[in-house]
């Protein structure tokens, strides 16, 4: 175990959701969210633990968020899963724990790509600075994310228009691109509203 790390069950619209926040090096002990997944939850837990076993490390389950700062960044993310918004996602601190200094550079990229947007691996793997052929390795990098939504990869696509793949399954990626569809549609429509009223 480690006493740094503790992971909750977080409901959401998507289903469940197994999120692992990182004490170390915030004075409120309220944590810094390093690892999320969505599916079946004992699923979940266990590819969780074989992912972190290879860190060396076993992440503790907390029933309850605790004290009143966990409890704010638990919600923080439950929030943001149940309106995956980009001012949601500003909301949410997260640090890197996984992946090689190229992978984290491909994340670092899907973070900037504006939500209702797509980017290709081919264009993804330009922004990295990586030729046309890096595609697959790409491919591979955003495969290997272990931030569902908070590092956006279902806005990566194959250069055909088609899905790709997605670590947490295709009706995940396909829900996640709808409901930022209807969410900016929201947006458009509260935005047109308010300055209707302006006038």
């Avoid at 509260?190 to 209707?196: R, S």
């Amino acid at each position: 175990m480690n006493s740094r790390l503790f992971y909750v069950h977080v409901p959401s619209p998507l289903g469940s959701a197994l999120v692992v926040f990182d004490t170390e090096g915030t004075a409120d002990k309220k944590g810094t969210v390093v690892y999320v997944a969505i599916g079946e939850w004992h699923s979940l837990v266990a590819t969780m633990k074989r992912d972190f076993h290879k860190l060396g490390v076993c992440p503790r389950a907390k029933k309850s968020a605790g004290n009143r700062a966990r409890a704010s960044a638990v919600a923080d993310i439950a929030a943001f899963l149940a309106s995956p918004t980009e001012a949601h996602r500003q909301e949410i601190s997260h640090k890197y724990l996984f992946g090689t200094k190229l992978q984290q550079r491909v994340w670092r990229e899907i973070e900037a790509i504006p939500p209702g947007k797509s980017v290709t691996y081919t264009q993804l793997a330009a922004r990295v600075g990586l030729g046309p052929s890096s595609a697959r390795v790409v491919a591979n990098a955003v495969g290997a994310n272990r931030l569902a939504v908070v590092v956006p990869c279902h806005r990566v696509k194959r250069s055909d228009g088609g899905d790709g793949g997605f670590r947490w399954g295709l009706q995940i990626k396909r829900s996640l691109i709808e409901r930022e569809k209807v969410l900016l549609r929201e947006g458009e429509t509260e935005k047109t509203k308010v300055e209707g009223e302006k006038t």
